[in-house]
């Protein structure tokens, strides 16, 4: 068995811009879907969260004594352009030193460029990305990222989970008023998959020695029984909420399952064949996934009542709500598995599922951009003694092995996160940083950072390429 990661590996970590940076208006930053959300609930405020805007330098020092090889963060699109036209070269700016600063350091940056924050007034406009004219405004910001950064930056992706996104409107801005969810589901899918393809057509023209590719959350779903109707619940939610997606994406050809889905709602999903000419030309040079759980698939029958995913806003066990997508699946909890506060479903082996399947069906490398166990951590004189984490990354580590070793090559892995952020469904009372940030939702107190056990258990795992886990 092969033992070791191969050489090169990106160990790295990731954050996002609306979690982490804070300085939410300043030095001309204009206001993006994420900030509009500010205190719609008790926790979502994007002002200050870890102000990493104003404390990169100290951050990126911290990324240094772990023995990060790369670091994963997003452009604020408001930062670059404030109202989605005009060019802020004050934000621009903050990228230049960032970039600078990780490289002084060793440390190469793989750039997500849109995650989430795209200027509200686009939203206001044109409902963001249920309209075409997305398409233009992201090339515009891609061009610029590509012009200013691309001799530095080696790595990007382009969007972060647009499959989630569909699923959970309300992450990137809402459904205007008066459009059907499921016709909006559908546009969102094709416009970011058109936009996928186009920036990723441009990045070969700018810089053709540049990696590119799409990102997708991966949940992979297990039937609740060996029935057939269970399993093939299974099938539809991982072609439901993964492959029509991943197949616009790497492939540019729509799931079958899908179109007739939509069919029987009286929507015609089908797409011109230029636009899939055009999906299935920009073939990606990897897939980045966020792998954080598994799900259970149960048969849903027609006449069921239609239920949304939910969240679990308390952190009490129990509290998730379980979707029911009436004809497709309805999700159920996992016996097998131990679970976080939030009941995500803690399953470091269907990791290695994850990685087997993604790399059968696309043929492509992969790279596990989200990875991490969000949980509530107590500072004591200094210290944060989160075993918990270290032994939920571990087994993770160990089974992306076994992966590589079933011959799956996966380029690089970024545990979520590098350092406490806001968290986008609990605010800072679930916590996933390997730097323990001190602030509390609604007090941000000192932003002192201090370095969790997991830091120490990491830097380990980087500094032996992965070896310390025998
Ligand atoms: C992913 C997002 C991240 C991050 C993560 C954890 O879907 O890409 O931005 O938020 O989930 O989720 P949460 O913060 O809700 O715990």
Redesign the pocket.
């Known amino acids: 068995m092969k033992k070791f990661f191969p050489k090169n590996f990106l160990w790295g970590a990731?954050t996002?811009a609306y979690?982490v940076e804070g300085a939410a208006s300043v030095e001309g930053k204009g206001v993006s879907v994420q900030d509009s959300k500010n205190f719609s609930n008790a926790f979502h405020d994007t002002t200050v969260t870890s102000d990493h805007y104003h404390r990169f330098r100290e951050d990126v020092a911290l990324m240094k004594a772990l023995g990060l090889k790369s670091y994963r963060f997003s452009i604020a699109w408001t930062r670059i352009y404030p109202d989605g036209r005009t060019l802020n070269t004050q934000g621009l700016n903050f990228y230049h030193q960032l970039i600078d600063e990780l490289l002084k350091n060793g440390i190469e940056p793989l750039v997500t460029l849109y995650?989430?924050d795209h200027p509200q007034i686009l939203q206001n406009q044109f409902g963001g990305w249920y309209s075409d004219r997305m398409i233009t405004h992201f090339l515009m910001l891609a061009e610029t990222c590509f012009r200013e950064f691309g001799s530095r930056v080696r790595w990007f992706m382009t969007i972060?989970?647009s499959n989630?996104v569909v699923l959970y409107p309300d992450?990137i801005g809402g459904v205007p008023e008066g459009v059907d969810i499921e016709v909006w589901r559908f546009q969102v899918s094709r416009v970011m998959a058109l936009a996928n393809a186009r920036v990723i057509q441009l990045c070969r023209k700018l810089l053709p020695e540049a990696k590119i590719g799409p990102?997708i959350?991966y949940a992979i779903a297990y039937p609740a029984t060996c029935a057939p109707q269970d399993v093939m619940a299974a099938l539809n939610e991982d072609e439901f909420r993964s492959f029509y997606p991943l197949d616009l994406l790497c492939l540019g050809r729509q799931n079958p399952l899908i179109i007739s889905y939509f069919s029987q709602r009286g929507i015609d999903i089908r797409l011109p064949q230029p636009e899939l000419n055009e999906m299935n030309a920009a073939r990606p040079d990897f897939i980045a996934f966020?792998y954080?759980q598994s799900d259970v698939a149960k048969a849903c029958p027609t006449e069921a009542e239609h239920v949304q995913p939910g969240?679990n806003a308390e952190g009490k066990q129990g509290g998730f709500i379980y979707p029911s997508f009436p004809g497709l699946y309805a999700g159920d909890n996992n016996p097998f598995l131990e679970r976080s506060d939030?009941d995500?479903e803690i399953d470091p082996v269907g990791l290695r599922i994850a990685c087997r399947k993604l790399f059968d069906r696309y043929q492509l490398p992969l790279m596990i951009t989200?990875n991490?166990l969000?949980a509530r951590d107590n500072l004591i004189n200094g210290q944060v003694n989160d075993t918990y984490r270290i032994d939920y990354l571990k087994k993770h580590v160990e089974q992306m092995r076994l992966a590589i070793c079933d011959g799956v090559p996966v380029l690089g892995y970024y545990p979520?996160?590098f350092i406490d952020?806001?968290?986008?469904?609990?605010g800072y009372n679930?916590r996933?940083g390997f730097v323990y940030v001190e602030r509390e939702d609604g007090d941000v107190k000192t932003l002192a950072r201090y370095k969790k056990a997991s830091f120490y258990w990491y830097q380990n795992v980087i500094a032996s390429n992965g070896t310390l886990l025998d």
């Open positions: 990731a996002a979690q995650h989430f972060c989970e989630n992450l990102c959350g966020n954080y969240f939030w995500w989200e991490g969000g979520w996160s952020l806001m968290s986008t469904s609990n679930k996933y």
